[in-house]
């Protein structure tokens, strides 16, 4: 039987992705263990694991280098990919926002928005908003940009608030929710149509019992 490979957004979604495999009855311990190794086999069920950066996981998954993915909402987004969005996992929950200063409403006319989405940014503020914007790419501690003046918003997510309250920033806007999302690559959905149908029904099956405790 041919290997099914599953590309994990490293990080925590990658923890919680092991955690559901588990309720499925696809064990996948050594990812639980700190190692640094970057792909995991399951002899037995003929599976793959890879630990992917997040934003590489709908690439692995459009060029077949991976049958499934595990990876946010906001990446998929980002990254536009052309493969299956087949299941939402409800894990990893949290809002795609626009964010500024607490006291303050969106400013009107040109402005620079950062944010480590820019598709997203665009997208958002030239279809929803009608505004003219210029998007400063950053790639990380986006909440600074206001602090410092480099741009007078931010387009982020926001989880807990914390970062934001922190920084004496706050949701102007909210743009989309966000959760992680079980992606298929096109061909593989057709050739190993039964086995990949197979964990994403197991899956939706747990993630419904989960949901409803
Ligand atoms: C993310 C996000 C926010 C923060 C939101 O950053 O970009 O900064 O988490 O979480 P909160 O609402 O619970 O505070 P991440 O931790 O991924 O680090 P980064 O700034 O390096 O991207």
């Given at each position: 039987m041919?290997?099914?490979?599953?590309?994990l957004?490293?990080?925590?979604l990658?923890?919680?992705?092991?955690?559901?495999?588990?309720?499925?009855?696809?064990?996948c311990?050594?990812?639980?263990?700190?190692?640094?190794?970057?792909?995991f086999?399951?002899?037995?069920?003929?599976?793959?694991?890879?630990?992917?950066?997040?934003?590489?996981?709908?690439?692995?998954?459009?060029y077949?280098?991976?049958?499934?993915?595990?990876?946010?909402?906001?990446?998929?987004?980002?990254?536009?990919?052309?493969?299956y969005e087949?299941?939402?996992?409800?894990?990893?929950a949290?809002?795609?926002?626009?964010c500024?200063?607490?006291?303050?409403?969106?400013p009107?006319?040109?402005?620079?928005?950062?944010?480590k989405?820019?598709?997203?940014?665009?997208?958002?503020?030239?279809?929803?908003?009608?505004?003219?914007?210029?998007?400063?790419?950053?790639?990380g501690?986006?909440?600074?940009?206001?602090?410092?003046?480099l741009?007078?918003?931010?387009?982020?997510?926001?989880?807990?608030?914390?970062?934001?309250?922190?920084?004496g920033?706050?949701?102007?806007?909210?743009?989309?929710?966000?959760?992680?999302?079980?992606?298929?690559?096109?061909?593989?959905?057709?050739?190993?149509?039964?086995?990949?149908?197979?964990?994403?029904?197991?899956?939706?099956e747990i993630?419904?019992?989960?949901?409803?405790?």
């Open positions: 041919k290997y099914l490979t599953i590309a957004a490293k990080g925590r990658a923890e919680l992705s092991t955690e559901l495999f588990g309720k499925i009855g696809l064990d311990p050594v990812i639980k263990e700190k190692s640094r190794k970057l792909i086999t399951d002899e037995k069920n003929r599976l793959k694991f890879m630990l992917v950066k997040a934003t590489d996981v709908p690439t692995y998954v459009e077949g280098a991976a049958d499934i993915g595990i990876v946010g909402k906001d990446t998929i987004l980002e990254e536009g990919k052309n493969l087949v299941l939402d996992l409800k894990f990893g949290c809002k795609m926002c626009v500024g200063w607490a006291d303050k409403a969106l009107t006319g040109f402005i620079k928005v950062a944010s989405y820019p598709n997203i940014t665009r997208d958002y503020f030239s279809s929803k908003k009608n505004q003219t914007i210029e998007i400063i790419k950053l790639s501690s986006v909440e600074l940009a206001p602090l410092c003046g741009s007078e918003v931010i387009v982020d997510i926001v989880e807990s608030g914390k970062t934001l309250k922190e920084n920033l706050a949701v102007i806007e909210e743009i989309c929710d966000i959760s992680a999302r079980l992606v298929v690559n096109r061909v593989s959905l057709k050739m190993e149509k039964e086995r990949i149908m197979g964990i994403v029904d197991r899956a939706r993630i419904k019992n989960d949901n409803n405790n």
